[in-house]
């Protein structure tokens, strides 16, 4: 038999969750295997250029009005079915993957667990029961959701994602003068990103008169008052604005970058960090426990610092932007623990592979042969209706 992979997300907004399924779809499509990609959210203008020349085919579900959950459901379980039999993967998308305990036993469903985020959790402690297996990107999460739920833990699955490496580590010589090429790239956010950290970081290295410059490629809810928060090292060419890149241009411009700088409080398995990495650009990150810890070793290919540490980041900036040869070191050092630390692309798609043609086995199997659900903010909502509808009519 065949195997088919089918993916959704809400939208095809440019993100980690959805590189790396990106990524695996096209992977897996090369070796053979069929994969789609349906979109299910109201985003019909989404700016799709990024996902370049990627071979799986990608579909848009009728748009409906937003309240009609009931109705997208039925019509992704509609999808599915003509795909029969299928894996199916809901990336992060939350509100279809409630529609799988109508989908019939042909089809297997794969939850994959992107991120250290409150929301991952508390799903799967409602709905875990619905999946045949639930991939964790770190070690870090799997062990975590496992002590949360442990009636999960025979479905829950450590697959770190990987990316493709150039042959060998980008020549690259910082030549004496040269500022260091710091590259930020991801959400411009307060919230997870911590982007209010990075500007700090960004203010007491003009201060100093480091020779540092920035490179900020993204966008985000936050932007605005982050660029006026540093409209003066901006203004002095210490910063350049980048905005929205795709991702070839990420991969090119963190190829050019000395360092790439994070300071979130949590992540899952950051695909820009092993696209970094496995650029030769240096992690300058927090030390936070799902994510960087696994792939970076504080001192030897990079350096883990505290959340909120800005005088730290600072300093060890300072220090990669006056000592050449450690900057070198540490680039291979990070180039090296993407390509022998088994950090690749084609390593996580054949575990990816072995997963979903080992899910008709009896181990993986559940029960699914209920009604859809209904996701629980479009029930409260419908609550709250009622209720001013019949004060309304009380009145």
Not at 216 to 224: C, F, Q, V, Y
Request: glycine share 6%; charged share 25%.
């Amino acid at each position: 038999m065949s195997l088919r992979v089918i993916a959704s997300s809400p939208s095809l907004e440019l993100s980690g969750a959805n590189i790396l399924v990106a990524n695996l779809l096209d992977q897996l499509q090369r070796t053979g295997i069929e994969t789609e990609w349906i979109v299910t959210g109201h985003h019909p203008t989404d700016d799709a250029a990024w996902l370049g020349a990627r071979q799986f085919k990608i579909h848009r579900l009728r748009l409906t009005r937003i309240a009609d959950v009931q109705l997208r459901q039925k019509l992704l379980l509609e999808f599915l079915e003509e795909r029969a039999p299928c894996v199916y993967l809901p990336n992060f998308d939350f509100d279809m993957a409630c529609a799988t305990p109508a989908l019939s036993p042909a089809n297997q469903v794969v939850l994959i667990m992107h991120c250290d985020d409150p929301v991952y959790y508390k799903f799967a402690a409602q709905h875990g029961k619905l999946f045949n297996a639930i991939v964790c990107v770190s070690e870090f999460l799997a062990k975590k959701l496992g002590a949360a739920q442990p009636e999960l833990r025979a479905r829950i699955v450590h697959i770190p994602f990987g990316v493709e490496p150039p042959a060998g580590l980008p020549a690259r010589e910082k030549l004496p003068g040269q500022p260091l090429a710091v590259a930020y790239c991801g959400r411009i956010a307060f919230h997870q990103k911590r982007v209010q950290d990075l500007a700090q970081i960004i203010n007491r290295c003009h201060a100093e008169n480091l020779p540092v410059r920035f490179q900020i490629a993204g966008t985000g809810p936050d932007e605005k008052v982050f660029f006026e928060s540093i409209k003066e090292p901006l203004a002095a060419g210490k910063v350049l604005r980048l905005g929205f890149l795709p991702n070839p241009d990420v991969l090119k411009l963190l190829g050019k970058s000395d360092v790439l700088v994070m300071t979130s409080d949590f992540e899952g398995l950051p695909v820009v960090l092993l696209e970094a990495m496995s650029r030769g650009s240096v992690p300058v990150v927090t030390k936070i426990e799902s994510g960087m810890s696994e792939l970076v070793r504080h001192g030897e290919n990079g350096f883990l610092l505290p959340v909120g540490d800005v005088k730290s980041f600072v300093e060890v900036l300072a220090k990669l932007s006056a000592d050449s040869a450690l900057l070198l070191r540490l680039r291979q050092a990070a180039f090296d623990r993407i390509t022998s630390g088994g950090f690749t692309l084609a390593r996580a798609a054949a575990d990816y592979r072995k997963l979903f043609e080992s899910l008709a086995d009896a181990k993986w199997q559940v029960q699914r042969n209920g009604p859809a659900i209904i996701p629980e903010h479009y029930r409260m909502r419908r609550r709250i209706f009622k209720r001013l509808k019949n004060l309304a009519g009380g009145a």
